[in-house]
T-cell receptor
């Protein structure tokens, strides 16, 4: 158990809908990362937050947004969902957001868009 | 793309044999990390090697780094069925961590 929690574990929804994925980092970690893992694209970095502020942006679509709250939990919002958004979404956390640190991954949320 | 590439894509070996996986990347790095992912689960950090290091060991794991060739290898010695998983290399790209496509390792008991 990494100490990172993600909810829900599974999510099934329809195209055009909007969903929110939630992540709670390890106790003491200030940085949160979001990744998307699909069969054809592999593990793609989406976005990173550090202590409530956006620190780095990756291949995140404009339909997707995220935020980190004062209690350091983070939410990833996916809107106008398309079939191709079906994937595993992972959250990871680290102490200071330095890319030389170990990232601790949550168990993921499996999203299926029908 | 700055994404690293693992080689081979898939590897099947017998328990007790050694498994070697390779990773190549495209840009200069400060460090390279290896992660393991059991089917459908989150990634677990295995080892980090800095750009000024050439080799690092952790238990049955041995990682080498050749910055001149922009490549790294992960060796798992005396493999066990429990080592069956996907293995990813990850490089630092500014503030981003960039993962390769992974090597799927299957260890037959």
């Amino acid at each position: 158990d990494s100490g990172v929690t993600q909810t829900p574990k599974h999510l099934i929804t329809a195209t055009g809908q909007r969903v929110t994925l939630r992540c709670s980092p390890r106790s003491g970690d200030l940085s949160v990362y979001w990744y998307q893992q699909s069969l054809d694209q592999g593990l793609q970095f989406l976005i990173q937050y550090y202590n409530g502020e956006e620190r780095a942006k990756g291949n995140i679509l404009e339909r997707f947004s995220a935020q980190q709250f004062p209690d350091l939990h983070s939410e990833l919002n996916l809107s106008s969902l398309e079939l191709g958004d079906s994937a595993l979404y992972f959250c990871a956390s680290s102490v200071a957001g330095d890319n030389q640190e170990t990232q601790y991954f949550g168990p993921g949320t499996r999203l299926l868009v029908l | 793309s700055q994404q690293g590439e693992e080689d081979p894509q898939a590897l099947s070996i017998q328990e007790g044999e050694n498994a070697t996986m390779n990773c190549s990347y495209k840009t200069s790095i400060n460090n390279l990390q290896w992660y393991r992912q059991n089917s459908g689960r989150g990634l677990v950090h295995l080892i980090l090697i800095r750009s000024n290091e050439r080799e690092k060991h952790s238990g049955r794991l041995r990682v080498t780094l050749d910055t001149s060739k922009k490549s790294s290898s992960l060796l798992i010695t005396a493999s066990r069925a429990a080592d069956t998983a996907s293995y990813f290399c990850a490089t630092d790209g500014g503030f981003k961590t960039i993962f390769g496509a992974g090597t799927r390792l299957f260890v037959k008991a």
